[in-house]
């Protein structure tokens, strides 16, 4: 089993790993390359994001391991990540920083708005995803423009009003992008299912069902049944690929439903805690502030 990857679960923590000054904003920053530090020592490295991740890049000299296929970077410039996926990099000895700009968004940025549903419509952050986007030469031009955009609004003084014109601007970049995917990908068939992805719409599927007071949260039983693999090895595989137990990623999941209800409906506490199938509202106070840092009143209070 290869190590656990490098988990970073903030964007202050993600601006500390590569020498980057504080971010700007605590939950959203677009980054060039060229005023990264190189990276770690280690030729080989896994890393996994709590944030959303868009880049532009050029002048690539590694090569990327996307979940457990291998990512064609060759014919491409815009890679995009949804959360908790898996990234591997294989780098060159020596190698430099390729050229170019990333945007990283952080999940609690999107809350309370349209992009906190909306964003995981767009295909080209799954896993089946193998291939980078080539842009053209006005392409590159439109989104990097857009990017801009939303930096400017970040480092300007924040009002009231910035965090929805940040979101337009998102929404808009992401449309673009979707256009230029299905440019390229018209002829693109989606590749067989590897473990990860199968996990990730098993998951999926059994959160959006919205009965689980009546059937509970999913068993580790349950998962390894129904992908045909004993509790053990589940467990060490996913061990291995993201750092975290079969139920941690379970609570990962559940902790992202707990948040849609918190931010979209009027629902107490003791009621959420009741859909979600707990029996005690304290046992789902204690998991989501263990998991947030926050008590569900606090992370609702912070919305306003």
Excluded at 196 to 219: A, C, H, M, Q, T
Excluded at 252 to 261: M, T
Excluded at 263 to 281: C, D, K, P, Q, R
Aim: with cysteine.
């Amino acid at each position: 089993m290869p190590d656990s990857p490098i988990r970073i679960k903030t964007i202050s923590q993600f601006h500390v790993l590569r020498g980057l000054p504080k971010p700007k904003h605590p939950l959203i920053s677009v980054i060039n390359f060229e005023d990264m530090a190189p990276a770690a020592e280690s030729i080989n490295q896994s890393l996994m994001f709590d944030f959303y991740m868009i880049s532009v890049k050029r002048g690539m000299d590694h090569k990327y391991r996307y979940g457990q296929q291998d990512y064609d970077f060759d014919e491409g410039v815009m890679f995009c990540m949804a959360p908790h996926q898996i990234l591997s990099i294989i780098r060159e000895e020596n190698g430099k920083n390729p050229s170019g700009w990333m945007m990283i968004i952080h999940p609690d940025f999107l809350w309370n708005t349209v992009m906190a549903s909306a964003i995981k419509r767009y295909e080209f952050f799954d896993y089946y995803v193998n291939e980078a986007l080539f842009l053209s030469e006005d392409e590159e031009i439109r989104i990097q423009q857009i990017a801009d955009n939303i930096r400017q609004e970040y480092q300007t003084n924040i009002d009231k009003f910035s965090q929805s014109i940040i979101i337009s601007q998102l929404e808009t970049l992401l449309n673009y992008s979707e256009r230029f995917y299905q440019r390229q990908f018209i002829t693109r068939h989606k590749a067989h299912h590897q473990f990860l992805e199968r996990l990730e719409i098993l998951l999926k599927d059994y959160f959006e069902v919205n009965d689980l007071k009546e059937r509970g949260l999913p068993s580790v039983q349950f998962l390894s049944e129904k992908l045909k693999m004993s509790q053990y090895y589940m467990r060490s595989l996913l061990k291995s690929l993201t750092g975290q137990t079969t139920q941690q990623h379970i609570h990962e999941k559940l902790i992202e439903k707990a948040k849609e209800k918190l931010s979209t409906t009027e629902l107490s506490v003791s009621e959420i805690a009741y859909e979600l199938g707990f029996e005690h509202s304290q046992s789902f106070s204690k998991l989501f502030k263990s998991k947030t840092d926050l008590s569900p009143q606090e992370f609702r209070k912070s919305l306003n």
